[in-house]
């Protein structure tokens, strides 16, 4: 990244404070980010290295009035953090290593198809009757299992296992580590206390625009389909069981569990460590915070939810400011037991 | 799958209602099979498909009577549900790519032992010493470490790892990316406050029928054994420390985290992201509902625990109760010492 | 192993009680451990088996005194844990299998360097422009992403991903199936619902001494580092988010989770599936009980938190002894309320 301040500026339809000449060549944060530089200021909390920070340029929100002398330009835009996010995306066009072709050895059935400026990594597999799209990126030691088709732009990185059936839309991502379409977690217990195997004949559907984090699992679904719809987007080590449905652009943080057949509505945000029992319905934008148990279908749309069994979140809170103090509660009522006892006694 | 609902029902020695000469070449579930497919009804939630399924046949309960008419045929068994598992398993015969061969490049020891039927996918791996049994599935990117032993019909899917020294019997299936034989968890503090490590010597064994689900851990013993006995079905993302050992036909969902040296008994069933500390016991046939945290050994079998510190099922939910109107008891008490202050200054 | 009692006593400075002239060829434990083995008495709880163990010699510590005859062979040490310790990693080393030399295929980049004494496993990827120090042991599957750049005696086991810019110390073990540097979570949601992926730039820092069990995940930063400290371990299935820090020393166990830019001290101790904001900065030595949840920044060394929304671990542990009887504290204020409505009735 070469670009004077003055042309940021210009790409991000900014105004500069400041001189607009210097070159800027990397990007950092506000409290550490040095010459050639360029950083940005949203969280008043930060407020404070603006007046001290080494960066060349600093994107700040178009009110904002330093209250003392700053040494450093900046451009005021209407949105910081979006503006950054902008100059991230370009900066990371420019360092990637953009990787094509085919690195051997490499395996692919005869009968599967790939199109066009794909890269098939070494050691990467590619099973029989698979059907991969254009701009496709497999990275080493990544398996796709016989009869999967993958659309357009996807990344897959190294190490990904995708079981046979799998079918995936366009422009997804998936971690290294993460695996799709293993089998359901269903045994039907036989009279001598052992279990037998329910076979796992469905399959798993991802649509467009899905992003799966590191070593997350993905299991198929027992009959028909386990479904991750458009736009979700999960984190690492987060288990989905047979069946699950998950609505558009529904968000899924690290270590969350949902159990099988539970279905979830859209731009739903599922905080880290939530565990859903199965057979529910939730209905869309529901949030569940950190560490909730679900075990109850949720109808309304908005909701937020917290705890174990959940509760609604402000009654939790409530709830849990008492328990802070229940020894005194305790106290105070033992105190009552023997002033009321003594009253009788009068 | 082509037979027809006569032949079906001979199979499963049901009884048909209706018409028995249609042929059937899939299976679906009631809500939304179409013609020439198979569904059941067990659960009596959904006996209201019955009368609109567009299945050819359905798999009754023996006792089952409708109360209007229906549009499919019948088959009343004793258990639909399990007639219906018995389908799965002869579909899934029909339609599982059966995997056999050795694909190349693939890595195979000089001194290993491998027996007859092998599949042996691409970029697999088998260290020096080991044995593999008959008629084992080990897919592309698994990995075999020295020593290891495998029995018969057991079933490694794409990127397992066995370090070395494990031992697993037969009929195993192990999903993607589960590693088995890691070092466990074990650092002797020093005066400086730094670790160091303990060398984890001992192995992992697992017996015949076990089913590991994907991304799961289990780790090596530091001396002696981890021991996952038969029967046993762990789900995915599982964690089992060093010198566990589970029972026969214990179940553990996924997200659970069993510390090290504590023993299971037999038949016990772990519901998901379940804790518990390490070197503790539990008996036979206990039941730890989702999230619990346990810290004591169980020595009553059958029992049910719930909650964090672990708590009897039903206490736990009544206490529950009261904490969920906590605030309001709270409010009791205080209305109460005004009251007794009143009453104790007339 | 072939060493005699006396020599052992000698190697760990110990004084023989018996005769020191059999020879030891094994290690075992205690309760189990059969003739030819030592084995090593240090808690308590054990020290009935000292008198029926059939150990040929067991360690026991220095003011040890039998109440009854034993029939094996004491070695009076200081500490018989750590020297027990000791005689595993000697026997470690004579036992393990030394991986030297490059099988094929395995992959590395023309432009990658590599030191002396290396192991680089069949099916191992080294990309662009990686350094990799000496003495290092690459088993197969291991992918290592273009310009990572790894010290001396480092192992990483089958099956581990290292994307690109990752910067590792020396003396580092990394278990199977552990992904470092995957993206962070981090998405800016947009007017309509969806969610735009922030590039994530920064890199992932581990520093030496630092060993990081199975199927655990390490997400890159947004821009600058996320950074494991010297002497850090971490165990199986851990969430380390983009952008976090932990300090020498800290120790965290399985399933546990740190979200983003979240800062540890020195010498933590975090147990079994605890869940940590983002945004927040722990002391030094704080602990943190299993499955607690932490919200808030804790500024004392030193602290034990326990719960969630976490408290201070002995007022937890008082308000779920109140907990544990709420309804018979419930049932007593009701009480209450009749006995004071009866009193001001009069």
Redesign the interface.
Known sequence: MKFTIDQIAAMLQGKVIGSGTDTIST???IE?AGKGAIAFLANPKYEKYIYTTQASAVLVRDDFEPEKPVGTTLIKVKDP??GF?RL??E??KL?S?VKEGI?E?S?IAPDAETGERIYR???S?IG?KCKIGHNVKI???V?I??NVSIGDNCIL???V?I??NTVMGNNC?V???T?VG??G?G??PQDD???????Q?GNVIIRD?V?I?????I?RA???HTIIDK?V?L???V?I?HNVEIG??T?V???T?I?GSTKLG??CVLA??V?L?GHIEIADRVTLA??T?L?KSVKEPGTIKFG??A?DHK?YL??????????E??R??HE??K??LN??AN
């Not at 206390?193 to 076979?199: H, L």
């Not at 984090?213 to 699992?217: D, W």
């Not at 409530?318 to 020894?327: E, I, M, W």
């Open positions: 990007i950092g944060k550490d953090y979006s996010t991230l995306e900066y990371d360092m290593y690195e050895p395996f990594g070494a050691f597999y029989s990275y080493p030691h398996y299992g016989d990185y190294s190490g296992k079981y046979h991502i971690h290294s580590g695996v293993s089998d977690f045994f039907a206390g052992t279990y037998k195997k329910i076979p004949l625009d992003e984090g590191a070593n997350t699992v299991d027992t009959m028909g736009g987007k984190d690492n080590l288990q069981a558009a652009n968000v943080a690290s270590q569990g159990s859209k731009n880290g460590q565990g029992v950190a560490k148990g075990s174990y069994p509760m009654e409530k709830s849990h400011a008492v328990f802070r103090n229940l020894p509660l305790n105070r009522v009552l037991e002033k009321v009253l009788r």
